[in-house]
C-alpha cells in the first residue's frame, strides 16, 4: 500500500514538473518576445529622437528665413521709397531745365522783335547826323529786354536731354541773306555783315556786333538790322552711314547691309520679325529726337517669346545728347545668358535687351521705350551715362537692322 502511495506521488510529482517546465519554455518565449520588441521599441525611440532633432533644425532655419523674408521686404519697401523720391526729383529738374529753356526761347524771340524797326524809329532814323554813335547795348533798334517772363509754349518732351547740355557758346548764329542793295554793295569801307556771322556762335556774334558798334556807320545805317535775320539753331543727328566704319571695326565685318528701315514704310510687327527671323550678326539702331544708339546680336534669332544668349552681344552709342563720340558696352558674366527677348504680337514691347536692368523697345511712335537701370547689366556704365534717360520713358523714332558681313 505504501508502495502505491509512493507511486501515485511520483507521478504526480512528475506531472507537474512537466507543467514546470513548460510553464517554463513558455516563460523564456514571451521574456524572449518582449526582448525582441524592447530592442525594436529602442531603435524606434532612436529613430524618433534623430528625426525630430532634424525636423527642430528646419524649423528654426524656418524661422530664420521668415525673419530674412520680411527684412527683405523692408528693404524693398525702402528701395521704392527712395527710388519714387528720385524720380520725383528728375521731375522736378526737369521741369527746371524745361522752364530755363523757356524762358531762354522767349528771350530769343524777344531780342528779334527789337530787330524789326517801327515806323517812328524809320522816321527818328532819317534824323541822325553823321558824328552819331552807336553803344554796345543799344545797336541799331536793338535792345536787351529788362526782364524776361515765363512762357506758356510747351516743348517736346524729346527735347529735355538737350535742353540739359544747352550752351550758350554752341549754338550756331545762322544769317539768312537779304538780296544786295545798291548801298550793301558800295559798303566796301563798313561791315560785311553776311560774311561775319556765318558759321558763328552767338557769343561771337555778339562780339562782332560789339566791335562794329565803334565804326561809324553811314547815313540810315540804322535800317541795317532790318536786313540781318539770326536764327538759333540746335545741332542734327547725322546719318548712320558716317558710323559704318566704326560698327564694321567693332564687328570685323566686311560689309554691312540694310535689311530693314522702318521709315521706309508703315510699321508692321510681322514683317519685323519675319526679316530678322534666322538672321544672325545684326546691328540694331534706334533714333530718337536727339540720340542715335543700338546694340549688336551676333547668334541667330531662331525663336521669340524667350530669351537668347549671344557671347558676342554688346550695346552701343553712336551720337547723343551727352556725347558724339561712338562707345560701346560688353554684358558683365551675370547678365551674359539672357540677352534678347522678341515678344509675339500681343505684346505692345517690341523687343527686350537684356534681363535685370534693361533697354525695352516699343513700336516707333506707338509704344514708349525706356531705359531701365542698364548700368547694372554692363560693364563700366553708369545708367545715366548711356543716353540720360534712366527710368523715362521716350519715343523712337526709326529703326535701322544692318546686318554685317564677314
Known amino acids: 500500500m505504501q508502495e502505491f502511495v509512493e507511486c501515485e506521488n511520483y507521478k504526480t510529482f512528475k ?36 528625426f525630430q532633432k532634424e525636423l527642430n533644425e528646419r524649423k528654426e532655419k524656418i524661422v530664420l528665413d521668415e525673419i530674412a523674408l520680411k527684412d527683405l521686404k523692408q528693404l524693398l519697401e525702402v528701395i ?17 531745365l524745361l522752364t ?36 554796345s547795348t543799344n545797336f541799331g533798334a536793338f535792345k536787351f529786354p529788362l526782364e524776361i517772363h515765363p512762357t506758356k509754349r510747351k516743348i517736346n518732351p524729346e527735347m529735355i536731354s538737350s535742353i540739359k547740355k ?10 539768312i541773306e537779304q538780296p544786295q542793295t545798291a548801298r550793301t ?14 558759321g558763328k556762335t ?23 538790322a532790318s536786313e540781318i535775320s539770326i536764327i538759333i539753331t540746335t545741332p542734327k543727328l547725322k546719318g548712320i552711314e558716317m558710323y559704318y566704319e566704326t560698327l564694321k571695326q567693332w564687328n570685323q565685318a566686311q560689309s554691312l547691309n540694310i535689311i530693314y528701315d522702318s521709315s521706309q514704310r508703315a510699321f508692321n510687327k510681322n514683317e519685323f520679325t519675319h526679316l530678322i527671323t534666322n538672321k544672325s550678326s545684326l546691328f540694331f539702331i534706334f533714333q530718337t529726337q536727339s540720340d542715335l544708339f543700338g546694340f549688336y546680336f551676333g547668334s541667330s534669332i ?19 545728347s551727352l556725347s558724339n563720340i561712338p562707345t560701346r558696352w560688353f554684358p558683365t558674366a551675370k547678365r551674359s545668358k539672357y540677352i534678347l527677348n522678341v515678344p509675339l504680337n500681343s505684346s505692345p514691347i517690341l523687343l527686350r535687351v537684356n534681363y535685370k536692368g534693361c533697354l525695352v523697345i516699343g513700336y516707333p511712335d506707338i509704344e514708349a521705350s525706356e531705359v531701365l537701370d542698364i548700368g547694372s547689366s554692363y560693364k563700366n556704365l553708369k545708367s545715366d551715362s548711356f543716353i540720360g534717360r534712366n527710368f523715362s520713358k521716350f519715343s523712337i523714332k526709326n529703326i535701322i537692322i544692318l546686318q554685317s558681313q564677314n
Do not use: W
Open 15 to 50: 506531472e507537474n514538473l512537466e507543467n514546470f517546465c513548460e510553464d517554463t519554455k513558455q516563460l523564456e518565449n514571451e521574456i524572449s518576445d518582449q526582448s525582441y520588441i524592447r530592442i525594436h521599441i529602442n531603435e524606434h525611440e532612436k529613430d524618433e529622437n534623430y
Open 80 to 96: 521704392k521709397t527712395i527710388k519714387k523720391s528720385l524720380h520725383e526729383i528728375c521731375k522736378l529738374n526737369d521741369r527746371y
Open 100 to 135: 530755363s529753356k523757356t524762358k531762354f526761347n522767349q528771350d530769343v524771340e524777344l531780342i528779334m522783335t527789337h530787330f524789326q524797326p517801327s515806323t517812328s524809329q524809320q522816321q527818328s532814323s532819317k534824323k541822325l547826323k553823321k558824328n552819331h554813335q552807336y553803344s
Open 166 to 175: 544747352l550752351d550758350m557758346n554752341h549754338l550756331t548764329a545762322d544769317i
Open 185 to 198: 554793295a558800295e559798303s566796301k569801307n563798313g561791315i560785311e555783315i553776311e560774311e561775319k556771322y556765318k
Open 202 to 224: 552767338l557769343k561771337q556774334s555778339t562780339d562782332i556786333l560789339n566791335s562794329s558798334s565803334k565804326l561809324k556807320p553811314r547815313r540810315r545805317s540804322r535800317s541795317m
Open 302 to 320: 531662331s525663336s521669340f517669346d524667350k530669351y537668347l544668349s549671344d557671347d558676342h552681344h554688346f550695346i552701343f552709342t553712336l551720337q547723343t
